[in-house]
Nanobody, 127 residues
Framework: QVQLVESGGGLVQAGDSLRLSCAAS????????MGWLRQAPGKEREVVAG????????TYADSVKGRFTISRDNAKNTVWLQMSSLKPEDTAVYYC????????????????????WGQGTQVTVSS
């Protein structure tokens, strides 16, 4: 079955950087778009960044543009989220997620199209 395992979360100070990793298994990684989503306490889950199956297209939430970078290595079955200039409002549980279907090369899923999820990793940014 599909498994997504996140790592790299932790407690950092405002302005610091952190890199999250997500290792995927169970199907052909390169065939599926991927994304990172987060959920802060008392808030709804939101898409932070998405990347097409080829890696050629990416999207970001306005709140993280210019600070976060999503990337993938299809040979390593891994997707990363590089986070810089972290702010206290970035505090959340971060989830790696995968599209359910194989779509065109440059497609990035909408939030409700992510089907497989990791267990999440906590990121806490102190002021």
């Amino acid at each position: 079955q599909v498994q997504l395992v996140e790592s790299g979360g932790g407690l950092v100070q405002a302005g610091d950087s952190l890199r999250l990793s997500c290792a995927a298994s169970g199907r052909t990684f390169s065939s599926y778009a991927m994304g990172w989503l987060r959920q802060a306490p008392g808030k709804e889950r939101e898409v932070v960044a998405g990347i097409s199956r080829s890696g050629g297209a990416t999207t970001y939430a306005d709140s993280v543009k210019g600070r976060f970078t999503i990337s993938r290595d299809n040979a390593k079955n891994t997707v990363w989220l590089q986070m810089s200039s972290l702010k206290p409002e970035d505090t959340a549980v971060y989830y790696c997620a995968s599209d359910r279907y194989v779509r065109r090369t440059d497609y990035i899923p909408k939030q409700d199209e992510y089907y497989y999820w990791g267990q999440g990793t906590q990121v806490t940014v102190s002021s």
